[in-house]
Structures are given as structure tokens and as C-alpha cells.
């Protein structure tokens, strides 16, 4: 895993928050056609979600307990079906599974005008994505 999300100087101001529970995580997987890739849960096992710069990157990722939420409240599965949102650059995009593969890379796609066309690849899997940003 080339994560580096533990402290490296491109992720010094990125604040996660306090770790969610595999009981979090199983009611959340429990309600999806997908599996969550084991990267992203280790990740939320240690830190449930965060916010703030990753290199010149800002990320927001969404507690587990919100993704559904957010998920719904953005009609993600009507504009873009086949994404799973997972946070935001705090603008204009957001991040995202693309569950159409088992591979589940990491896409962004614009808020305004979400379509799954309009998706680009960030990073092959979860466990590249905190590298990906930080050398953008």
C-alpha cells in the first residue's frame, strides 16, 4: 500500500478524525452492491473520514456513517450510476469508487453536470489515492 496518509510532510494538515468502528463499517457495507476495498477500510478503522491538505490538494473525506446520506443526497446513483461518493476537494468535485470494476479506482467527477462520462481516474485504488494528490 502506497498510503501515506500516517504523517508524511504532504499530509501534515490533514486531520482525520477518530476511528470508526467495524460495527460502523459492516451497517454501511450491510446497504451497498459493492464491496468496500480493504485499503479504505483499514483507513477508516483508524481515522473515520478527515479533512485538509494533502500536498496542495484539499480532501475532505465523509465519515462512514454519512456516505449513504451523501450519497443519496446528491442522486449519485441517478446522475452517475456505478460511482459511490466518498468526499470532496471542498469545491466543485467530488471523489469517488468507481464500483463498475472490482478494481473500485478512485475517480473525481464535477458536482454540476455529474455523469459517469464525466468522471476522471484520480488513482488506480484507495491505497494510492493520499500519493496521487500529494504529487498533483
Known amino acids: 500500500m502506497t498510503m501515506d496518509a500516517n504523517g508524511s510532510a504532504s499530509t501534515k494538515r490533514f486531520v482525520g478524525n477518530a476511528a470508526a468502528s467495524l ?3 459492516d451497517k454501511v457495507q450491510q446497504s451497498l452492491r459493492f464491496r468496500l476495498p480493504k485499503s479504505y477500510v483499514e483507513f477508516m478503522l483508524s ?11 484539499y480532501l475532505v473525506l465523509w465519515k462512514i456513517e454519512e456516505l449513504v446520506a451523501m450519497n443519496d443526497a446528491y442522486h449519485v446513483a441517478e446522475f452517475a450510476p456505478g460511482l459511490f461518493l466518498l468526499g470532496t476537494d471542498g469545491g466543485g468535485e467530488a471523489f469517488g469508487f468507481d464500483t463498475r470494476s472490482d478494481a473500485c479506482r478512485i475517480v473525481s467527477v464535477p458536482f454540476v453536470e455529474m455523469e459517469i462520462e464525466n468522471a476522471e481516474v484520480v488513482a488506480p485504488d484507495f491505497g ?3 500519493s496521487t494528490l500529494s504529487n498533483s
Open 23 to 25: 460495527a460502523e463499517i
Open 47 to 57: 481515522r473515520n473520514g478527515g479533512e485538509g491538505l494533502v500536498g496542495r490538494s
Open 128 to 130: 494510492a489515492f493520499f
